[in-house]
């Protein structure tokens, strides 16, 4: 577990130099450890070094987790991300058991979410995922359904919208790359031109954060740099 600490905080300084190397304000990068497949022992281990924001991929493994980590008093003190697709089924865990979504894409989901916020829990902070790779196979909106989505969105009473997110497809061609996360980032600046204050763009992983800080990320979502190769990915190499 000492792995974890060292990890965590080699993935601060890559935030650090990527954002210095490009003149912006490393603070304002926040670090959010991916635990999907990484059991509660871990997470435990990150919160001890200092880290408070995880991002889960699957509800019912978070809530798995969640109850695990309750008996400490640890599950209170952080800030539970949903970074995976969500099922309309699944809206009302969600809504009651997450700090944010990242993964809006439609209408019908976002308005569930906010139907189903507890009163007594403040709004449910939300990203738009937005499909910037173009493939059939991944979730989020098209970049030219961004702006009506968030116009919905914005108006619904137990949601915050303060951003968006997105999983450009892995390349080795660091010109594309770099494109894919701009023109997130673009998105992300016509919208406040707009009038929405959104403070959150959502981008960057392990093997692509240094991109993702360069063209204006707020948020990297990081698990293999930090807890190792999961088993699955193990599997697949
Ligand atoms: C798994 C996952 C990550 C983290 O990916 P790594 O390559 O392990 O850093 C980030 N975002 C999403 C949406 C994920 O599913």
Redesign the pocket.
Known sequence: MAAIDANLQAVAARIRDAARACGRDPSVVRL?A?T?TVPPAAIEAAFAAGQRGF?E?YVQEALDKQSALAASGIKSQIEWHL??PLQSNKTRSAAECFDWV??IDREKVARRLSEARPPEAVPLNVLVQVNVSGEASKSGVAPGEVAALARVVVQMPRLRLRGL?A?PEPTSDATVQQARFESVRALFDRLNEEGYALDTLSMG???DLEAAVAAGSTMV???????GV?AR?RAAA
Request: proline share 0%.
């Open positions: 959010l991916v999907k991002g991929n970074i995976g990242h993964t997110m999983i992983m392990s093997e979502r990081v698990g293999t740099a930090i807890f999961r990915q």
